[in-house]
């Protein structure tokens, strides 16, 4: 946790490699200090097919998926600073958005909560 899951048009990687656009979206999440640097999970999609708008070329939204407990400054801050980070990166981009949802912690499950040696259900235990 969290989760960055960037799609985009194609083209983008004409513009700017996997990694480099990976890395603003990690390294910004990182600068937050809202997140474990180990827990940041980035990841990118590109698509070949898509329709946009008239004279609109291309595309890049970040999905953010973070655990709950962080207030609306902090989520909106995390979804404009990467905004800002990838319109530096890619200035010729038709679209880029960001937007940030929670999980609800009631709901969420992963490996380290249904081990059973985990009798404090601690998300994180044997990472």
Not at 11 to 40: C, R, S
């Amino acid at each position: 946790m969290p989760h960055f899951i960037i799609d985009c048009s194609e083209d983008i990687l004409q513009q700017k490699t996997a990694d480099e656009i990976m890395n603003v979206v990690y390294e910004t999440a990182d600068a937050t200090g809202l997140f474990a640097p180990n827990d940041i999970k980035v990841r990118l999609q590109p698509y070949q097919h898509y329709r946009l708008g008239n004279n609109k070329k291309n595309f890049l939204h970040v999905f953010g998926y973070i655990m709950e407990g962080r207030n609306t400054e902090q989520k909106a801050s995390l979804s404009k600073q990467i905004c800002i980070g990838l319109t530096e990166l890619l200035p010729e981009t038709s679209f880029l958005s960001v937007n940030i949802n929670e999980f609800e912690a009631a709901t969420y499950s992963n490996r380290a909560l249904i081990n059973p040696e985990n009798t404090n259900k601690d998300r994180h235990f044997g990472l």
